[in-house]
Every structure is written in structure tokens, then in C-alpha cells.
């Protein structure tokens, strides 16, 4: 098991592609990111069908459930890019209320917004919601973070700093409390 470093056995560290994320309403979605958080569509929507030729690869990973979805790419400023779902058929289930942290798998997607304040202004102003209070979390530093939610439910945490800055380092001079490895 590595611990610690950017070395593993494969060497460095592969980087991200993509975060797939699954929205009621497709359209609404891409013009949301859009607008909130400067995400490019780069294509789509398409349809996905099972019976179709062109999305075979689609019910065979999906199962037999799956009957049609429409998908579409969204690009960020450094290449990440986020995958919209919109199941037809099964249709999009609910979300859950709270953030889900209890729930397995990822629960919550985090962006870089330099000011967390207008991140959380733009997400509210449309339809989103702030989950959790502002949060200076490092003393001494400038880091701020704050959990939020997109109009359909998905957890978006947006911080400050690049992940690299805040956590490569740790701990931090300025904190007051000894951190707790396992």
C-alpha cells in the first residue's frame, strides 16, 4: 500500500478524466454549470438507446433495465470534464435529502472557485442551495470551503485552493490541533 507521494506502482499518479453525474433535466443541467460555474458543452445531448447500433456499449454496461438516457460532455478550465446523465427510461429517481456522506461511493464533486463567497451567491441565486456554513478551516491561511447543492440534489463542495496547495503539505503552520493519522 503506498502511503504519502504522488509514486505509486504504476508511477505517477494517473490524472482525472471525468465525473458522471445524473440530472433530471438535461438542458436545465447544461445551462447551469454553464452559467454558475463556466463549464463548456462540448457535446451533446445525445440519446442513448439500447436498441440502438450507435450506443450498443450502453445497455451492455448499464443492463437490461436500461432503456434510454440522454448524455451530454461538459469541459472545466483545466480539462476535467463532467458527464451528464438524464435517464428516460427508468426515469430519474429523486434525490436524497442531506448531504449522503454516509451513503458508499463519492458524495459530493468539489471545485476550485477562488471566491467561495460568489460561488455560493451564483449557486443560490440559481436554485441551488448552501448546505453547510462558510468555513476558514486551516488558521493563518486563506483557505475557505462550503458544501452546496446543485437544483437537483448533487453535492458540490467548492474550495478556495487547489487541492495540491491545501493538502500536499499538511499540516499546516497556523493549525492548532495535532492531527490524528490512522
Do not use: K
Not at 509514486?7 to 465525473?19: D, E, I, K, T
Not at 436500461?66 to 476535467?80: D, E, I, K, P, T
Amino acid at each position: 500500500m503506498a502511503s504519502g507521494g504522488a509514486q505509486g506502482l504504476m508511477g505517477p499518479a494517473l490524472a482525472v478524466n471525468h465525473v458522471g453525474i445524473t440530472v433530471p433535466d438535461i438542458h436545465a443541467a447544461i445551462d447551469w454549470y454553464a452559467e454558475v460555474f463556466g463549464f463548456h458543452c462540448i457535446m451533446g445531448p445525445r440519446v442513448l438507446r439500447a436498441d440502438s447500433a450507435a450506443t450498443a456499449e450502453t445497455a451492455s454496461i448499464l443492463g437490461p433495465e436500461f432503456g434510454m438516457a440522454y448524455q451530454a460532455h461538459l469541459l472545466s478550465a483545466n480539462g476535467v470534464g463532467l458527464e451528464l446523465f438524464q435517464f428516460v427510461v427508468p426515469p430519474v429517481a429523486d434525490a436524497e435529502p442531506g448531504l449522503g456522506y454516509e451513503r458508499r461511493g463519492p458524495w459530493h464533486v468539489c471545485l476550485t472557485h477562488p471566491e467561495v463567497e460568489d460561488g455560493v451567491f451564483r449557486v443560490v441565486q440559481n436554485g441551488g442551495r448552501q448546505l453547510s456554513p462558510l468555513s476558514d478551516f486551516v488558521p493563518g491561511r486563506p483557505w475557505r470551503l462550503v458544501y452546496c447543492a446543485d437544483p437537483w440534489g448533487t453535492v458540490l463542495e467548492l474550495m478556495s485552493h487547489s487541492y495540491a496547495e491545501v493538502f500536499a503539505n499538511w499540516p499546516q503552520p497556523g493549525m492548532q490541533q495535532e492531527t490524528e493519522y490512522i
